[in-house]
C-alpha cells in the first residue's frame, strides 16, 4: 500500500476542494437544479451527488486503496484510512440561494479523524487542519479580489455568562427531549446565535464563537469538523461527553466551557 505523509493528504484534500469548489458554485443558483426529496425527507440536488461523484473519481484515481463514506453512495473499501465526505453541507441552503453551505472532506485513519477540509465558496472562504499541522482559514484579503490564510485559535472566554453559543434548531433539541435543559443554558449566556451546520464549528475554531452543539448529526457532518476544532485548541465531543465524532451528535469548546455546559445538556 503506498504510504502519504500528512502533509501530502492534505495538499491533496485542498486540490480537490478546488475543483469541488468549481463544480458547486457553477449548479449554485442554476435554473436546472434538480432537487429531489431523500427518504428521511431531506433534499439532495444534483449538485450534492454530482460533487460527491467528482470526490470519487479522484479518490478512485490518486487513493485507490483508501475506503471511503459519502452522504450520496455511502461506503466503498474497508480501508483503515478512509475518507468521509460530506458534498454539500447545508443543502437546504443551497437549494434556496443562501450562501452557507460547505464541502467536507476529511480523512479518518483507525476511526481518528486526523485532516479536515470545510470548503465554503460562496463565502469565499476554506478552513483546514491536520493533526499536528495547526488550523488555518482562507479568507477575502484587504484588496479586492485576493485571499489570505492565516491561522485560527479558539476563545479563552471561561464563563457562561460571557460566552456565545451557537445552538442549531431547536425543534432538534425538543425532539431529543433536551429542550428545557438547552434553554436554561441560552440563558446563562452572554450571546446565543443558530449559525447552522459546519459554519457554527468554523466560527468557533475561528474563536468568534465559543461553543457549539447540535442534537443529531451523521459521521459525514462532523469528520471534517473535528481536526479544525481540535487543531486550534478546542474539544469536540458527543452531547455526553465521549471524544470525537462516533457519538451521533455534538458538542465543541473551546475547552474550558466543556464542564459548565455538559450538564445542561444532559439533563
Known amino acids: 500500500m503506498a504510504e502519504y505523509t500528512l502533509q501530502q493528504d492534505l495538499d491533496f484534500a485542498l486540490a480537490l476542494a478546488d475543483q469541488v469548489d468549481a463544480f458547486t458554485l457553477a449548479r449554485y443558483g442554476a435554473n436546472d437544479l434538480n432537487v429531489e426529496t431523500k427518504p428521511d425527507m431531506t433534499p439532495v440536488s444534483d449538485a450534492d451527488r454530482g460533487?460527491?461523484?467528482?470526490?470519487?473519481?479522484?479518490?478512485?484515481?490518486?487513493?485507490?486503496?483508501?475506503?471511503?463514506?459519502?452522504?450520496?453512495?455511502?461506503?466503498?473499501?474497508?480501508?483503515?484510512?478512509?475518507?468521509?465526505?460530506?458534498?454539500?453541507?447545508?443543502?437546504?441552503?443551497?437549494?434556496?440561494?443562501?450562501?452557507?453551505w460547505a464541502t467536507l472532506i476529511a480523512l479518518l485513519v483507525d476511526d481518528e479523524p486526523v485532516l479536515g477540509v470545510i470548503s465554503a465558496p460562496a463565502m469565499t472562504r476554506r478552513w483546514h487542519a491536520a493533526t499536528g499541522l495547526g488550523a488555518f482559514v482562507t479568507e477575502p484579503g484587504t484588496q479586492v479580489g485576493t485571499t489570505a490564510t492565516r491561522a485560527i485559535q479558539v476563545s479563552k472566554v471561561g464563563q457562561l455568562a460571557d460566552a456565545s453559543l451557537s445552538y442549531a434548531s431547536l425543534n432538534g433539541w425538543k425532539e431529543a427531549g433536551k429542550l428545557d435543559g438547552l434553554l436554561e443554558l441560552l440563558e446563562a449566556a452572554w450571546r446565543t446565535r443558530g449559525y447552522g451546520d459546519f459554519l457554527s464549528y468554523a466560527l468557533l475554531a475561528e474563536g468568534a464563537v465559543d461553543a457549539a452543539f447540535e442534537p443529531e448529526l451523521e459521521l459525514y457532518d462532523m469528520a471534517a469538523l473535528v481536526p479544525v476544532v481540535r487543531e486550534a485548541g478546542g474539544r469536540f465531543t458527543s452531547v455526553a461527553g465521549a471524544e470525537g465524532c462516533h457519538g451521533g451528535n455534538a458538542l465543541a469548546t473551546n475547552g474550558l466551557l466543556h464542564p459548565a455546559i455538559l450538564p445542561y445538556l444532559n439533563r
Open 51 to 100: 460533487a460527491e461523484q467528482l470526490i470519487l473519481a479522484a479518490l478512485a484515481e490518486h487513493r485507490p486503496q483508501d475506503s471511503v463514506l459519502g452522504e450520496e453512495f455511502g461506503v466503498h473499501g474497508s480501508s483503515s484510512r478512509r475518507w468521509v465526505i460530506d458534498p454539500i453541507d447545508g443543502t437546504k441552503n443551497f437549494v434556496r440561494r443562501v450562501p452557507v
